[in-house]
């Protein structure tokens, strides 16, 4: 390091400058256990030497039932005498930390924080270290806007219930259709956001919503209302999977159950679910929390039970530790004193909330002096933190077509761009729903901008695109450019919360402004959509006049330069579809209401996302071009593996009866299909490639006709070849679910499908008596 010239007066300056810019920022107070306050600081919960559990034993034996209750609540009360804090249990940060819940507030010394794409988008990418490298900066984001007493710690994100349907509001929100995808989005987002420092926790998430929640409003029935009858082969293998995975591979601090009933009994009054299956089987290490008002939702809108205690022991007896909404804490009491609860199921919830708050250091005295005590304003929105939302968008961007291929356009060739359409110059829209205040944004004709100069004409007033009064000067500007860029597609007017969509195609006249445009333009058009959902533009399918089309999704408050340098070439897109798009036809005769995964050819019934329905589609799940080409080959991969099993001969006998083992009869632990891939890159540009493996089952099983069974994202530098290892775990994923919802391994062929390479591999249960324990 060079000496340093700055005088010592200087520096004495500057280092008071910064002592003083510190202390100008608001620190938070100790939630508890203040080490300046003598009464309360000695007291056992407050002894960080003890282990947890006994801290909470103490701090439930100090206090009254009528404290306790006030706890059961999002807004948990202060107790004063034991110099323990309210608290606000409700934060977001389902991209970025947001101040949908009332637990975090920008303004003062945090304007904004870093806004990454909406998780749709993200989600394809399909790059599990750029899932979890994001929540390691939402998560720095949101200590440090904690420690300036501007947020909380406990965060209800992410959002994993499968985009079954897609018109669905909240697809968007979600990381697709695949439940494979989406268990690895959940549990590689919740160690970034956790953290990987043992029992402790950075922040704490939650999985939700709990379950075979995914209809918002549609056709007069709404999530308050609706009743999901869900079969409990559908469970096991769809609905249960990302949620199974969150905890367990995740070790997510919290799960959330849902407004809907299933199969008539409300996800939170439901023991079976709550704690048979997320506590017992999956042993969740943390809290369960309602959706908001979802307790007095059962008891109001569903009539679940006849009085309001009936429902607040329901719900606390089902293994619910925490209601977002006051419910709780209002009718708690009362049901203890009537006796349909005990004080000791009281107890029971407390003591998943109160070790999760200690798990998160909020009972070891001052913020600033524990693990991430030192982050603070100059935290968030760092340029590395706003380089990783450009990232984000970049590698979720999917080509979806690319004729001649028109794209990259040089900027060289095409100097004057026309921008065109109703999404083209936007920044709020680019960051969905379930957002905060960006630290700043790119908006696509800024990206485009950059490079070329643009004629910008918005074409429609808004997406809605009711009148075509502006079409003349769109019409106008595409023949005046070399090229043209038509920015479309939906935003939460179209699709969100409480809102699904009707129709699958572009709304209003958007679809006859990109035809008028493209046919008058004296250059290539090229189609950029924004949306959650899926949209069916197989209206371009015909029209040579538009060459190209991008899926941005909501690419976030960097979408415009993402957009931007992909178009003219400066980086190459690697995304892929992480949900199926249909064709308007596909939803025609089908309610959302509708659960059933498998279709049902006898009742014109067709299925649900790839895994399922045969269909046509407009594009299928997985698809995505890029600017180069990569060629798989399989170096090596077992043609045959044996299913060792447990135990005697006589249950041997039984379990692989009607040629499919149960899972829990087979030694599951190190059974695994080791398939080794060359991916060459044989183009001019080097690029990032998605290796999806899927697998066919053997016929006459009840399995998908199609599972994704491993995904991976490689760079390949061009001309060159990588060699990438797959493990299959072989009980995971290459069973099957029977009707009664038993996971089987198929004995026989199955075939592994990467790209146009095709593997078979024949399972077979191990011989009787060779097998070794
Ligand atoms: C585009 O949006 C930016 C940011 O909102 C705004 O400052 C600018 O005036 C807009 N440009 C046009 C041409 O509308
Ligand atoms: C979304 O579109 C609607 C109508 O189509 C418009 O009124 C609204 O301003 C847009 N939302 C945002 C955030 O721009
Ligand atoms: C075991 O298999 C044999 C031959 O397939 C069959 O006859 C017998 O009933 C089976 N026993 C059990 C317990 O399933
Ligand atoms: C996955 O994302 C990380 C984080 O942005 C990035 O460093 C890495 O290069 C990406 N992987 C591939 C293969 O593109």
């Not at 699958?504 to 004296?522: D, F, I, N, T």
């Not at 415009?560 to 992480?578: C, E, H, M, T």
């Not at 199955?750 to 011989?767: E, K, N, P, Y």
Request: charge should be positive.
């Amino acid at each position: 390091m060079a000496s340093t010239t700055i005088p010592i007066s200087l520096t004495v300056l500057l280092l008071l400058l910064l002592l003083l810019g510190r202390q100008s920022s608001a620190a938070r107070e100790s939630f508890a256990c203040d080490p300046k306050d003598a009464a309360t600081r000695n007291l056992g919960f407050c002894r960080v030497s003890l282990a947890i559990p006994d801290r909470v034993r103490d701090l439930l034996g100090r206090l009254t039932l009528q404290e306790k209750v006030k706890l059961l609540v999002n807004n948990a009360a202060a107790v004063p005498r034991l110099g323990i804090k309210g608290y606000e249990w409700w934060s977001e940060a389902l991209h970025g930390v947001s101040n949908v819940g009332p637990g975090t507030k920008f303004g003062g010394d945090f304007p904004g924080a870093t806004s990454f794409p909406q998780v749709i988008t993200t989600a394809a990418s399909f790059n599990a270290s750029l899932w979890e490298a994001i929540g390691r900066v939402v998560s720095d984001e949101a200590r440090a806007m904690y420690n300036g007493g501007v947020a909380g710690l406990t965060y209800w994100s992410p959002n994993v219930n499968i985009f079954r349907d897609p018109r669905w509001g909240r697809g968007q929100e979600t990381p697709g259709e695949d439940p494979v995808v989406v268990g690895t989005y959940a549990a590689s987002y919740v160690r970034g956001l956790q953290g990987n420092d043992g029992n402790r926790l950075k922040v704490a998430a939650c999985c939700k919503h709990f379950t075979a929640y995914d209809l918002d409003n549609w056709n007069g029935v709404d999530r308050f209302h609706f009743n999901a009858k869900v079969s409990k082969q559908d469970i096991e293998d769809t609905f249960d999977v990302p949620f199974r995975m969150c905890v367990k591979e995740g070790k997510v601090a919290s799960v959330m159950c849902s407004y809907n009933q299933v199969n008539g009994v409300p996800t939170c009054a439901d023991p079976n679910l709550l704690k048979k299956t997320v506590r017992g089987e999956w042993r969740l290490d943390g809290y369960i929390v309602s959706d908001c008002d979802s307790v007095g939702v059962f008891y109001d809108s569903q009539h679940y039970t006849s009085t309001p205690e009936e429902a607040a022991a329901d719900a606390i007896k089902a293994g619910l530790d925490l209601d977002c909404g006051p419910f709780l804490a209002v009718h708690s009491e009362e049901a203890v004193k009537s006796g349909l609860l005990t004080e000791a199921d009281v107890n029971s919830a407390l003591v998943n909330t109160l070790t999760v708050q200690m798990r998160l250091g909020m009972f070891d005295g001052e913020p600033s002096a524990q693990p991430y005590g030192n982050l603070g304003p100059r935290d968030v929105c760092t340029p590395a933190h706003q380089d990783l939302a450009y990232e984000a968008a970049k590698q979720g961007i999917v080509l979806l077509k690319n004729h001649g291929p028109i794209l990259p356009l040089s900027v060289r060739r095409f100097r004057t761009i026309a921008v065109i359409g109703p999404n083209s110059n936007v920044t709020v829209p680019m960051i969905g729903n379930y957002a905060g205040v960006a630290c700043g944004y790119t908006s696509p004709l800024q990206g485009i901008g950059k490079y070329t100069r643009t004629i910008h004409q918005p074409g429609c007033a808004d997406v809605a695109c009711v009148r075509d009064q502006m079409f003349g000067a769109a019409i106008d500007a595409a023949r005046g450019a070399d090229a043209t860029v038509l920015f479309m597609g939906l935003n939460q007017s179209i699709e969100a919360e409480t809102r699904d969509r009707t129709d699958l195609l572009l709304p209003g006249r958007q679809q006859e402004l990109v035809s008028k445009v493209a046919a008058a333009a004296r250059g290539p058009t090229i189609l950029v959509l924004m949306s959650g959902g899926p949209i069916d533009v197989s209206f371009t399918n015909n029209d040579p006049h538009i060459a190209g089309i991008l899926w941005a999704g909501y690419p976030g408050q960097a979408g415009g330069a993402a957009i931007a340098d992909i178009v003219f070439g400066f980086s190459n897109p690697g995304g892929k579809l992480p949900i199926t798009w249909y064709p308007q036809e596909y939803i025609s005769n089908l309610p959302m209401t509708a659960m059933d995964m498998r279709s049902s050819p006898s009742k014109s019934y067709p299925g649900r996302t790839y895994r399922f329905y045969k269909g046509p589609v407009v594009y299928p799940f997985g698809h995505g071009l890029t600017y180069t080409k990569f060629v798989h080959s399989i170096a090596s991969a077992p043609t045959l593996v044996q299913v060792p099993l447990h135990g005697h001969r006589k249950s041997q006998n039984a379990s692989v009866s009607g040629k499919a083992i149960r899972v829990t009869h087979a030694k599951c632990s190190r059974l695994s299909l080791g398939v080794h891939v060359d991916v060459k890159n044989v183009g001019s540009r080097e690029g990032s490639h998605t290796l999806l493996v899927f697998s066919n089952p053997p016929a006459g099983h009840w399995a998908p006709h199609k599972q994704l069974v491993a995904f991976e994202k490689v760079h390949v530098a061009a001309g060159a070849t990588q060699r990438l290892r797959i493990n299959i775990h072989v009980c995971k994923y290459l069973s099957v679910v029977d009707k009664s919802g038993i996971r089987r391994i198929p004995l026989g062929q199955h075939s592994l499908h990467i790209g146009d390479v095709r593997h078979s591999v024949s399972l077979q249960a191990a011989t009787l008596g060779v097998i070794k324990s």
